[in-house]
Structures are given as C-alpha cells and as structure tokens.
C-alpha cells in the first residue's frame, strides 16, 4: 500500500514539475545578473603615473590559505616616476586552480595594489590557463572590470576584537583617479573612479 502512495506522489510530482517554468537559464546566451560582489580573477594595479602599486610587501602570499601565491620581492629601489625608494616585487605569480576566493589576499594588502576583477567567465580546458602571471595580473589591471573589495573597504568591514583600536590600513593619500576604483563597465585599472555600491 505504502509502495502505491508513494509511487502516486511521486507521479504528482513528476506531473507538477513538467509543467512549471524552469528555473535554469541557456547559459551562456543568458546571463544572470552578478550580485554586487560578484568576483572571477585578480589583478594588479599601477598608481596614477603608471607605478607598480606593489611594494612586495609578502603579506598577501603569507596569508593565503591555500598558498597559491608566490612572490618575488625585489627589496627597495628607486621609482622611476618619484626616485624615491620603495618597496618592488620582480615576480608575482597566483595559482587559481587552487583558491578558494577567500580574499584575504586583497583585505591584507596595505596599499590596495590586489584587487578581484568582475570579468565574465573565461572556460579553460587547461591548468596552465589558470596561473595568473605577473603580466596577466597586471593586464587585468587594465582591462577588467574590478569587483567591489580593495583592502581599505574589506578591512574597514572587520568588527575590532573588544578593547582592540578599529582594523584599518595606514591612511593613504587620495588621488584622483585612486587605487580603490571600481565599476562594471571600467576596467581594474587605478585610472578608473570609485563608485559606492548599491
Ligand atoms: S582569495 Fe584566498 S585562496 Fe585565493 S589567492 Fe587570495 S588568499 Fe589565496
Ligand atoms: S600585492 Fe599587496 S600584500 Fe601582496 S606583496 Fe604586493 S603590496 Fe604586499
């Protein structure tokens, strides 16, 4: 008897089911609109003069994870747009086969110079295709769109451990065109400008 009421509900089922609009979309010729933090890939950003933002500071490849970061710092030499010295990194590498897309690579960096892009998904058929290269980092600077968080915006979101001074990074001076900008339409680039999100 169980086995006829069963069978009876799952035949209303089936039955219900046939009929009701489907929720799946033709994917790729229908896209979903992205949720607001919505992110796929890094990149690297230069400062307004075309500086590598990048001090190779380490900080971001000593917090990962899932370690799939690998830098080579270069120590501190003299910028060819200020001639002061400071901080470089020679190589810059990030395997994406293995992140988590936990971001704390981005929330640690201190002066904004990794960011998440918001670019459409890129299939690969190879592993090869998922390291991001220090010159694909920063050609993605240039034309992806960037997601939503930089390391200002993801620290200033951190709740202060009680008693603890509020999570921030160390005031930076603003630009015009600022490192912390971001837009669906703009690429990652620092030249674009920074919109509040929605
Ligand atoms: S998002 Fe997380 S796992 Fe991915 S590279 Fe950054 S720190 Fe590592
Ligand atoms: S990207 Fe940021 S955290 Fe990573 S090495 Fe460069 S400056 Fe440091």
């Not at 500086?51 to 080579?72: F, H, N, W, Y």
Request: glycine share 6%.
């Amino acid at each position: 008897m169980n086995y006829l009421t069963d069978s009876l509900h799952a035949l209303a089922t089936s039955l219900r089911n046939a009929f009701r609009a489907p929720t799946t979309v033709e994917f790729p010729d229908v896209i979903r609109p992205r949720p607001e933090r919505y992110r796929t890939t890094f990149a690297l950003l230069n400062d307004e003069q075309g500086d590598q933002l990048c001090i190779g500071c380490l900080m971001c490849e000593r917090i990962c994870p899932s370690t799939v970061i690998a830098i080579k710092a270069a120590g501190k030499r003299e910028s060819p747009v200020t001639g002061k010295k400071r901080g470089y990194a020679d190589d810059f590498v990030l395997d994406l086969s293995a992140c988590i897309y936990c971001e704390l690579c981005v929330q640690v960096c201190p002066v904004d110079a990794i960011v998440m892009t918001r670019a459409p998904e890129v299939p690969t058929f190879s592993r090869e295709d998922l390291v991001l290269t220090m010159e694909r980092l920063y050609a993605n600077g240039v034309d992806k769109p960037r997601a939503w968080g930089d390391g200002t915006r993801l620290m200033a979101m951190q709740e202060p451990a009680p008693g603890a001074a509020p999570a921030h990074h160390a005031p930076k001076a603003p630009t015009p065109s600022g490192p912390s900008a971001h837009t669906d339409d703009k690429p990652a680039s620092s030249a674009a400008v920074r919109e509040e999100p929605q």
